[in-house]
Nanobody, 114 residues
Framework: VQLVESGGGSVQPGGSLRLSCAAS????????MTWFRQASGKERELVAT????????LYADSVKDRFTISRDDAKNTVYLQMNDLKPQDTAVYYC????????WGQGTQVTVSA
């Protein structure tokens, strides 16, 4: 199992970023995928979940109506579109396949500041 996140960066409040996570080593379309984030000095928190084949999505209250999780099973990739970013969204973002609990990517840093 390999998960490679990309797309992070530095943006001003109110800006947008689109994160990508390329997955390999398993049959991607058969599994739910999630995005987590971890801010400095804080525990890792679940941000968004998408079921296999994209049937359903769930979001943390803190990102609801601002973030959108999606997947492209043909590309074995899961995305996180982040709009109206706030300073409290600053964190390292990780994608994760819950069925493969011990596998994590390197993460991608998102920094939101004026």
């Amino acid at each position: 199992v390999q998960l490679v996140e990309s797309g992070g960066g530095s943006v001003q409040p109110g800006g947008s970023l689109r994160l990508s996570c390329a997955a390999s080593g398993f049959t991607f379309s058969n599994f739910a995928m999630t995005w987590f984030r971890q801010a400095s000095g804080k525990e890792r928190e679940l941000v968004a979940t998408i079921t296999k084949r994209g049937g359903s999505t769930l979001y943390a209250d803190s990102v609801k109506d601002r973030f959108t999780i999606s997947r492209d099973d043909a590309k074995n990739t899961v995305y996180l579109q982040m709009n109206d970013l706030k300073p409290q969204d600053t964190a390292v973002y990780y994608c994760h396949a819950p069925a493969f609990a011990y596998y994590w990517g390197q993460g991608t840093q998102v920094t939101v500041s004026a």
